[in-house]
């Protein structure tokens, strides 16, 4: 189980995070909704410790994410970055097969090379793809070659940056099925950041709604559509006048 | 007193990079002696910063020691001391013009690069990647560079030495008239191990600053292109300044000490 209990977080004068309260039970798909800039990435960052918290506390399994040996903690996770964060310089199946050719998840070179073939294709991309480099790739299938990464050393842990921004409907159903099928068939706890409710849909078990620093409103995804949240239904819906102001 | 106020930021906002560069050297040091380390990102480096930068210090160091040939021996035409064209194009080379050409031909060429490099893995989120993946990047990204550097740029200021002595004795065999064998001889004669020395020090010293400056503002670089851009101009500035001060001091070290 994952815990934010009163996480603040400020740079400077803007205050991101103004005390959020957020639990995600172990392997359960959360989805975090919410405008552009309303901290949903400083968030799940937070619990990565890419990010310092100024003040609040972050729990995993109960064990204080300051606290944790860190190898051993991250070894928990996957991530899936906003825009695939792909390392340059290295072909794309080393890229998926990074932590298993090196550190403790360490595998034989050949056998992180078929995972890493085997995570492509599930991701939908084909073998051919393994030995290019990551700019020689569409965007699209650069953010799909950062789903395979997330989930090459199978985490228990893993979080969706945006997962389906860029890809075409299709690949997008596709991207949004194989989450569902991770978190079901893996028992993986998700968190996921996207603005697209086709997604928000597909993928969530629970939902929350991030405005001006705090969760505005949390639950069940079977009740997204009857909350009487003003906030959510202007969002899900995407109305442009609603108590969340348009310019910001 | 806004003067004097603005004066007073300026120096302390100096002071405070100062102390955050000392950090970050201190940091990457206790990282180079300790693992993992990375083999494969070292043996790149090694390629990128000594091999690849051969020809620009080749070229670099044959033009400036033909160059200091000719001038010398028209300097030293004026109260007939031709002869000393060989001594001074070997000292001049090994002792100063050696190292700091290749010093800021590194800084110019391979700090920034890093920073570059650093700064846009920053900017698309690879160096948080990075951590994700159970890697640090100080000991994926720093080390393997600074490393890399402060042991291949002795090397190159050796390369460096020897082809600006070729320039010079180009030049003054096949312009100026001298003996090929004797300016060889007086080139040998006159040097002595400490001016090896000191040139392969500054060498060593000049790599591990080109390489630490393009990490440190790579590392440290702000968002976007512009930040980028920023790191980039950053480093070079800040490496170049450092090789000539660094220089300086080293120079003392070895010849006034």
């Known amino acids: 189980m994952i815990k934010l209990i009163g996480v603040t977080k400020s740079f400077g004068n803007n205050h991101v995070l103004r005390g959020v309260d957020l639990t995600v039970d172990r392997g359960t798909s959360l989805v975090i909704i919410g405008g552009s800039g309303t901290g949903k990435s400083i968030a799940i960052k937070s619990v990565l410790g890419l990010v310092t918290p100024d003040a609040g506390k972050i729990t995993v399994d109960g064990q204080d994410v300051t606290q944790t040996d860190r190898d051993a903690f991250l070894a928990r996770f996957g991530m899936l970055f906003q825009g695939a964060a792909l390392f340059d310089s290295l072909p794309v199946w080393q890229n998926v097969a990074f932590r298993l050719l090196r550190g403790s998840l360490k595998r034989p070179k050949d056998e992180a090379r078929q995972i890493a073939i085997e995570k492509l294709r599930r991701v939908g991309l084909t073998p051919d793809v393994a030995d290019r480099l990551p700019a020689e790739l569409s965007g699209g299938m650069q953010k799909r070659v950062g789903l395979a990464r997330a989930i090459a050393a199978d985490p228990e842990i893993i979080f969706f940056d945006e997962p389906t921004t860029g890809l075409d409907p299709i690949m997008a159903g596709v991207i949004n099925d194989l989450i569902r099928e991770i978190v079901v068939e893996m028992g993986a706890t998700a968190i996921t950041i996207t603005h697209d409710m086709t997604s928000v849909r597909a993928i969530a078990d629970n939902v929350a709604m991030l405005h001006d620093g705090v969760i505005q409103w949390a639950g069940p995804v079977g009740d997204i559509d009857t909350s009487g949240d003003p906030f959510l239904d202007q969002f899900i819906h995407g109305r442009a006048i609603g108590p969340i102001e348009a310019v910001r | ?257």
Request: proline share 3%; glycine share 12%; charged share 10%.
């Open chain 2, 1 to 257: 007193m806004t003067l004097l106020a603005a004066i007073g930021r300026s120096f302390l906002g100096l002071i405070a990079a100062i102390g955050r560069i000392a950090i970050f050297a201190g940091q990457t040091i206790g990282h180079i002696v300790r693992g993992p380390f990375y083999l494969r990102e070292l043996a790149v480096s090694f390629l990128n910063i000594g091999w690849l930068s051969l020809p620009v210090v080749g070229l670099t160091s044959l033009f400036t020691g033909a160059a200091l040939a000719l001038q010398i021996y028209a300097g030293s035409a004026r109260f007939s001391a031709e002869a000393v064209v060989p001594q001074i194009v070997a000292i001049g080379m090994v002792r100063e013009l050696g190292p700091v050409l290749v010093g800021l031909m590194i800084a110019a060429r391979v700090t920034s690069s890093i920073a570059a490099e650093i700064a846009t893995m920053k900017v698309t989120e690879q160096i948080d990647a990075l951590v994700t993946l159970s890697t640090h990047p100080m000991k994926y990204l720093t080390v393997p560079r600074v490393l890399a550097a402060t042991i291949v740029v002795p090397l190159l200021v050796a390369v460096g030495d020897i082809i600006g002595i070729f320039g010079g004795y180009a030049v003054a065999t096949g312009t100026l008239g001298f003996n090929p064998a004797a300016y060889i001889r007086n080139t040998l004669d006159f040097l002595e191990l400490k001016d090896v020395v000191s040139s392969l020090a500054k060498g060593a010293m000049f790599g591990f600053i080109a390489a630490l400056m393009g990490c440190y503002y790579g590392m440290n670089s702000g968002r976007g292109a512009q930040g980028v851009g920023s790191a980039t101009k950053g480093s070079v500035e800040a490496a170049a300044v450092l090789i000539l001060g660094a220089n300086f001091v080293l120079t003392g070290v070895f010849f006034s000490l």
